[in-house]
């Protein structure tokens, strides 16, 4: 057996500040990361060339492919199309939703990358956390970790398994089949899923404000100040509404509460947007306003309207991604001052809704059309991100919220879809390497417009390639230095020769947890699978299980944000390594004690 | 259901035929009890609130702007008292407090000259030239009066729906006359109607709460929304908001209330 040498110390000891750092988040953990990176090659328990070589691997190059590819999906509405049936199945719950999108994207991780499927429904799962309110926070977590259990659902999952088969040829092993994982692959993902379920609320962090429920692109409410004004509600009218009673005009549904219509749909379908002051409301008419909820409640009461809990109708033309309010401000100089927003037409020349002013701490919402304008008025607006886009370039007023405009491009989905294959198929079919493949499909989404080159940059996270890219070299290093080989002989050594399988089976899915957390899931599963074997043939059990424990608990990659699923979710969760101790620790032994009682049920 | 306002000139035996007129159609008949009223509530003597209405405003008036406290203070009883409908108002300046209502029917009765001297001779015991410089008199305060205050001639027939000369038609046809214009329509109170007549009562009593911060408070409400105009500072704008958050709980009517420095930009109903 290998001694102990200064290096593996070295190695351990820079392992272990990792960990620590990672604890004590003294600095973020991609700046961690960094750390390692430059650290190692000065320490030299690597070259130079190997500190940097992450950002040429395989895995971070089809990372930042696969975003992009996500993003151009995502852009063109394709991954809405997707996630859309499953959201009108799971309803507005929060574990129905967690549980429909994890289903399917363990479903789809199960045959391709982890990092692929998590990347692609990463713009979607946002789209559903804004549009439905939930914090980010209690979805990505949960889906990440699935997207993770997935890949150990068939053979072609994730890397390990794939490698497996040839793993077992020196030994003259039988090989598996793509299937044979399937009974533990699938009690895997069903617990995690049970797992989040039952006690998601107790061990996922909830943001501690407001802004972190949705994506960190809308860093102000401007509705805080106004009494939550800028909540769209529904409301239907029943049927009987017109029957005895004078007709009521939208104008006066705005003079008498307050508020502002905005849309309405009749039956059988019309769908009137910014409704005219002289429309007379009718039988069954679904309408959307803004004001203070006290007046809303009150029109609903006394005008016997129906008042919805969220939006239904107008869930997609009301939804945070094609509308908002923003608050503007009158500047010095501006053409609006000294004038009425009656009298300059803003409402009708750019098709936006004046809900309030904001003037020296009062807020005015009664004929604010009538009000003269002042420098410093605040004037909240709603309306689509593009009319206020149009609104924020005729450079009357300055914006104090930035404007979330986001431009889709649904025509393009053909060629979003077209190149998502073709980069499926070179690496099905003629099985070209990952990167090279993604990176084909990513081109092609920039080259036919899909999206800008830009846009491509911009959907890529830097938080994420360097943290994993930064990884790379520790890993590196613990195989390079023998450190790994060392701790595996040590621990395996100490077990002995006659152990009860069970116990032979569990030892090596914590050996392999750990090592997954350190050194990546192909270099664990290379580096143990033939110790793991050898040992499980000299104790006289099964080899071929303990090959498999390898191959299934290097995803068991939970505790720390080193897998790359869980540095992808990482920035945009909010998360911080606590969080990823707290619920990923729980769930790796949950993994480990499903893992090793399937394996004991279904091939012992 | 309908609200009728007879002005008259003085001596021309308008009170009888609005007393006939309420009694015909089973309406309230307001009129000079309703400065008893404004007297009560703003603990005014009730002669200051007469003379304000009676008379043109003075020099002095105009600068201490009481005559106008005082209008509000009538305005705003007399409104208190309309608001459900089915009244006969035949006090003074009923046309003029209830301006802005188009629903109110407002009638105007004349006589001949002659007759209101033979009435003010029997009446007051006065000669015929005594009799007659009365009546000059008190005909001149009254033109004075609203040219001054709201730049109209009393004597405008424009300002009224019906008028009526009562010398040959008598009181009786007045009354006649007047209840069958009345049942028209266009006199015939909606919903929407008497909302209106119940905001102009909130605006007015609420102004009446105002104006001694600022005297040149103009108040306007619809639904219940109130808006108030002070062309005063933000200090007196914060002490309006101040008096109206206190009043709230009093006027459960009110729903909404913003005050604005600077003036409204349509005219206002009080």
Redesign the interface.
């Given at each position: 057996m290998e001694q102990l040498t200064t290096e593996m110390i070295m190695v351990m000891a820079m392992i272990c500040v990792a960990i620590f750092l990672f604890i004590v988040e003294w600095i973020r953990v991609d700046v961690v990361a960094i750390l390692m990176m430059v650290a190692l090659p000065l320490l030299k328990l690597v070259t130079p060339n190997e500190a940097f070589v992450g950002f040429s691997s395989n895995a971070v190059i089809s990372i930042i492919a696969v975003i992009i590819i996500g993003a151009g999906l995502d852009k063109t509405g394709l991954i809405n199309r997707v996630v859309a049936p499953v959201l009108r199945i799971a309803g507005n719950s929060t574990s129905r939703i967690t549980i429909a999108i994890s289903i399917t994207v363990a479903g789809i991780s199960s045959f391709m990358q982890n990092i692929g499927a998590a990347a692609l429904f990463l713009p979607a799962i946002q789209r559903v956390s804004k549009r439905l309110k939930i914090p980010i926070s209690l979805l990505l977590m949960p889906i990440g970790f699935c997207a993770i259990l997935g890949g150990t659902v068939t053979l072609v999952g994730s890397s390990p398994l794939i490698l497996l088969n040839d793993l077992l040829v020196p030994f003259n092993l039988e090989p598996f089949n793509l299937f044979d994982v399937t009974p533990i692959g699938a009690a895997l993902v069903a617990s995690g899923i049970a797992y989040f379920v039952l006690f998601g609320r107790f061990i996922l962090p909830r943001p501690k404000t407001p802004e972190e429920t949705s994506d960190d692109a809308s860093p102000h409410n401007p509705t805080d100040t106004y009494d939550g004004m800028g909540e769209p509600r529904e409301l239907r009218t029943p049927e009987d509404f017109t029957h005895y009673r004078?007709p009521l005009t939208i104008g006066e549904l705005r003079?008498?509460?307050?508020v502002n219509v905005v849309a309405l749909s009749e039956p059988p379908s019309l769908t009137t947007v910014n409704p005219p002051p002289d429309k007379e409301l009718r039988d069954n008419t679904d309408l959307v306003l803004f004001g203070t909820e006290k007046?809303i409640q009150?029109l609903a009461e006394e005008e016997e309207l129906v008042l919805k809990e969220s939006l239904e109708v107008f869930r997609d033309t009301l939804s945070e991604e094609n509308s908002g309010t923003v608050e503007a401000v009158v500047a010095p100089r501006s053409a609006l001052l000294g004038k009425?927003l009656k009298e300059v037409k803003l409402a009708e020349r750019f098709q936006v809704t004046p809900l309030a002013i904001h003037r020296?701490g009062?807020t005015?919402?009664?004929?604010i059309s009538?009000?003269?304008l002042g420098v410093g008025d605040a004037i909240l607006f709603q309306g689509t991100w593009k009319r206020l886009q149009d609104l924020h370039d005729e450079k009357l007023l300055i914006f104090t919220t930035p404007i979330d405009v986001e431009e889709m491009k649904p025509e393009k989905a053909l060629f979003a879809g077209f190149w998502l294959a073709v980069a499926l198929t070179m690496v099905i079919v003629f099985k070209i390497q990952l990167s090279v493949c993604l990176m084909t499909g990513a081109l092609g989404m920039v080259i036919t417009r899909v999206l800008s080159i830009d846009e491509a940059y911009q959907s890529v996270d830097w938080r994420t390639i360097f943290l994993l890219a930064g990884l790379i070299p520790l890993g590196i290093a613990t195989e390079k230095t023998g450190t790994a080989a060392w701790i595996a002989h040590q621990v395996l050594g100490a077990l002995g020769g006659s152990v009860p399988q069970v116990v032979l089976l569990t030892v090596i899915g914590v050996l392999a947890t750990i090592f997954t957390l350190v050194i990546s899931n192909v270099g664990a599963t290379v580096l143990l699978v033939p110790l793991v074997v050898n040992m499980a043939l000299a104790a006289g059990h099964d080899p071929r299980m303990a090959a498999l424990v390898v191959g299934m608990a290097t995803s068991n990659s939970f505790i720390l944000p080193t897998h790359q699923v869980n540095a992808l979710y990482m920035g945009p969760g909010h998360y911080r390594s606590v969080d990823f101790m707290k619920a990923g620790g729980i769930l790796s032994i949950i993994f480990i004690a499903v893992m090793i009682g399937t394996i004991y049920v279904f091939y012992l | 259901m309908a609200v009728i306002t007879i002005s008259r000139g003085s001596y021309s035996k308008g009170k009888e035929v609005a007393e006939g007129v309420a009694a015909t159609l089973d309406y309230e008949c307001v009129s000079r009890d309703i400065l008893l009223e404004a007297s009560d509530r703003f603990n005014i003597p009730e002669i200051k609130l007469l003379q304000a209405i009676h008379d043109a405003p003075s020099i002095l008036d105009r600068v201490g702007h009481g005559q106008v406290a005082y209008i509000t203070y009538i305005q705003s009883a007399l409104l208190e008292r309309v608001k459900e409908g089915n009244v006969v108002y035949h006090g003074l300046a009923g046309h003029i407090l209830l301006k802005g209502i188009e629903k109110v029917m407002k009638v105007r009765i004349l006589a001949n000259p002659d007759l209101r001297i033979a009435v003010v001779m029997e009446r007051e015991q006065v000669g015929e030239k005594e009799a007659r410089r009365r009546i000059a008199k008190i005909d001149e305060e009254r033109t004075k009066w609203t040219r001054r205050l709201y730049g109209v001639d009393p004597w405008d027939p424009t300002l009224y729906d019906l008028v009526i000369c009562i010398d040959k038609i008598k009181v009786e046809g007045a009354t006649r006359l007047i209840c069958e214009a009345a049942s028209q329509e266009a006199f015939s109170l909606t919903d929407r109607d008497r909302q209106k007549l119940s905001d102009m009562a909130l605006s007015c009593k609420l102004k009446s709460e105002l104006l001694d911060i600022d005297h040149n408070v103009t108040v306007t409400a619809e639904y219940g929304n109130v808006l108030v105009f002070t062309k005063a500072d933000d200090r007196k704008a914060r002490k309006m908001e101040e008096k109206l958050g206190s009043l709230a709980g009093r006027f459960p009517e009110i729903h909404n209330v913003e005050v604005r420095i600077g003036t409204p930009k349509l005219s206002a109903d009080a």
């Open positions: 004078e003079r008498k509460y307050l007046n009150r009425t020296q009062r005015l919402v009664t004929d009538d009000v003269t | -």
